[in-house]
């Protein structure tokens, strides 16, 4: 501590933790397209901080673990008191057993959050920087919230998607601490050269947002989620293939084929 700290990538990160915070209080006001809002805007701000950090050479092993703990409340303790107070709390009124199902499954979307995080950190330097080992917890409270903000668009209540809320919480924790293989595009530089295409696509994406900011963010995250699952199976059928076709009996030169 003597040392100091740097203060633009943890100023993003206060930034972040502020947005998570103020989700928290939103969500227990009962505003939860405010609280998912905010929880939207902390994931914007932890993607800045992280390569702020890289690019201005500010990395510390103080940033690394602040920025953890920042994720932990937006990312986890924020879109799990959103989803319960929302909806999850409703399942009551189905019964003792659905109430405890949607008490139960809020904190596991935390708890598998918190041991998300927990996992990336011990793998800091020794994991594939190309692929996240689970789903990131950014990208599970984007799928969490932009759910919760689409409902409110179709002028859906809580009650009316319990038990869907249910399931897609339940999915989003199981999915973070699974060993599907996700895409991390941390290996991507602004400043490389890209085919033509890419920069359409990008201007796709803007003009959905656009169009319908809600809607279209829940399909894009929901491509993403489904995106783990579907490449690490044909990642697998793919190497299983080589080593049966590697396995296959070769004929001698020299013997007689009829």
């Not at 100023?11 to 998570?20: M, N, S």
Request: glycine share 8%; charged share 15%.
């Amino acid at each position: 501590m003597r040392r100091g700290v740097y203060l633009l990538p943890n100023l993003f990160t206060t930034g972040g933790l502020f947005a998570g915070f103020y989700a928290i209080v939103a969500a227990i006001h009962a505003r939860p397209v405010e609280a998912a809002v905010a929880v939207l805007v902390a994931g914007l701000l932890d993607g800045l901080d992280g390569r702020i950090a890289r690019l201005t050479n500010t990395q510390s092993e103080f940033g690394t673990q602040y920025d953890s703990l920042s994720d932990l409340v937006s990312f986890g303790l924020a879109p799990a008191l959103l989803m319960y107070t929302w909806s999850l709390s409703t399942l009551r009124d189905w019964g003792g057993f659905a109430g405890k199902a949607g008490f139960a499954a809020a904190f596991l979307y935390a708890a598998c959050a918190a041991l998300r995080l927990a996992r990336f950190n011990t793998q800091v330097g020794v994991a594939d920087k190309r692929f996240f080992q689970g789903l990131a917890s950014p990208a599970a409270a984007g799928l969490v919230v932009s759910f919760v903000w689409t409902c409110r668009e179709f002028e859906l209540s809580g009650a009316d998607v319990a038990w869907p809320a249910l399931g897609l919480v339940t999915a989003a924790a199981v999915l973070m601490v699974s060993n599907f293989r996700y895409f991390s595009f941390k290996t991507l530089k602004v400043n490389d050269r890209v085919p033509f295409i890419w920069a359409l696509a990008l201007l796709g994406v803007f003009v959905l947002l656009a169009i319908d900011l809600p809607r279209h963010m829940f399909i894009l995250v929901a491509i993403y989620v489904v995106s783990g699952p579907v490449y690490t199976v044909w990642n697998l059928r793919r190497s299983r293939s080589r080593r049966e076709h590697g396995r296959q009996p070769t004929a001698d030169p020299g013997e007689n084929v009829p």
